[in-house]
């Protein structure tokens, strides 16, 4: 079910942050008439990233993705629009820079596969399980 309500994660990676491309990253999603909700920049823990990246605990890359996910500030974000999980991850492109497409964020700014800029939710459970973890419920 997706509706105007929807809302998804959205984080600029340490690399995104470090080359200054926030300010283009964030306007590629206004551009799309996406609401920005919440937006906090804060230096990722070891904790928080391990958590974050659960489901790649047992891939070889793993310790990789901590450390680079921990090696510098990063921006979170909450996302909300009409279908915005799935058009934030069109907009976003393929993980690898090289697969995509022309006119997605990774497609024209990123490097390589492992800079990639940018993370989205790939699915509304992802979502709320990040947005619960970057952005604690205040109640």
Do not use: C
């Not at 206004?30 to 909700?37: A, D, H, Y």
């Not at 790649?56 to 999980?85: C, Q």
């Amino acid at each position: 079910m997706s509706s105007q309500n929807e809302q998804t994660f959205v984080m600029v990676k340490p690399d995104g942050v470090e080359r200054g491309l926030v300010g283009e990253i964030i306007s590629r999603l206004e551009n799309k008439r996406l609401n920005l909700r919440k937006i906090t920049m804060l230096e990722v823990s070891k904790e928080l990233a391990q958590t974050h990246y659960q489901e790649h605990r047992d891939k070889p890359f793993f310790n990789d993705l901590i450390n680079y996910i921990t090696s510098g500030p990063v921006v979170a974000m909450v996302w909300e629009g009409d279908n915005v999980i799935e058009v934030v991850r069109k907009l976003i492109g393929d993980t690898d820079p090289k697969k995509a497409a022309p006119g997605t964020i990774r497609g024209d700014l990123a490097l390589d596969i492992t800079y990639n800029l940018v993370h989205g939710s790939d699915s509304e459970d992802t979502a709320k399980r990040e947005i619960n973890l970057f952005f604690r419920p205040t109640n």
